[in-house]
């Protein structure tokens, strides 16, 4: 089964890095913070909560031993990196921050998710979220139709993916629920200026695309990537530069 390729991930470093800095601008520092990056991919961002929140301690969770392997370049007292799946992890100890950029997307239920997170924090806990909106564009739609042509459907056994990812809205009135006296929600619209059109397919293979890639395995991923390419230049041309709009909900609350 295929894992997440940190160097394809990599290759928009500088532009996936943008909304963690942004969501991190959204916590309120304290001393002596104890702190989870759920999610934490290779780890070099969380090593940067970790020095800029001046954090006591900070554990991250990923479930990919790929991306996990480049944590241990970032080593600093307090920070640690270990491997666990989001939807059965439970923290051992007091959790000041939950933070999270670019991963819950990845599980379903926000509603259940958000309430079993929020029951880790005690009082002034911070919860930090971000994640993409953006499946209605043509990178993420094409994807979908693609993945549902009968060739890769069969062969995923009907898979369809979900989205699992809500309204900011509904966000909004989610942590209200539980019981977050704070809250900032955002809407954000992040302009990635890519070399050609075509170079969102480089984009998503870093992310959306490990979904199919896990599941086709390789012969028929690399069929399924040839007609994606095909299918999304009929749609977004051959524009050079090509404008990548990419919308994300950041959300941050505090109890
Ligand atoms: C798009 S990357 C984001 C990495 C990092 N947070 C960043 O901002 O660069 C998504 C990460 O979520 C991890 N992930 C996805 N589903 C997960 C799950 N159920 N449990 C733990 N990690 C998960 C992936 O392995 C991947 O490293």
Known sequence: ?????????????????????????????????????????????????HSRLGAKTTLGIDSSPAMLSK???????????????????APQ?????????AALHWLPDHTKLLARIAAWLGPQGQLAVQVPAN???ASHRVAHEVAARPEFASAMQGYVRQWSVLAPEAYSTLLHGLGFTRQLVRLQVYLHVLDSANAVVEWVKGTLLTDYEKRLGPALFASYLKQYQAALRAVLGDQRPYPYAFKRVLFWAMR
């Open 93 to 101: 100890g007091a959790v000041d921050l939950v933070f999270s950029n």
């Open 71 to 89: 944590a241990a370049a970032h080593a600093a007292p307090g920070l640690a990196f270990a491997q666990g799946d989001i939807a059965t992890f």
């Open 1 to 49: 089964m295929a894992d997440w390729n940190p160097a394809q991930y990599e290759r928009f470093k500088d532009e996936r890095s943008r909304p963690y800095f942004d969501l991190l601008d959204m916590v309120q520092p304290r001393p002596g913070l104890n702190c989870l990056d759920l999610g934490c991919g290779t780890g070099e961002l969380t090593a940067q909560l």
């Open 135 to 137: 499946n209605d564009h």
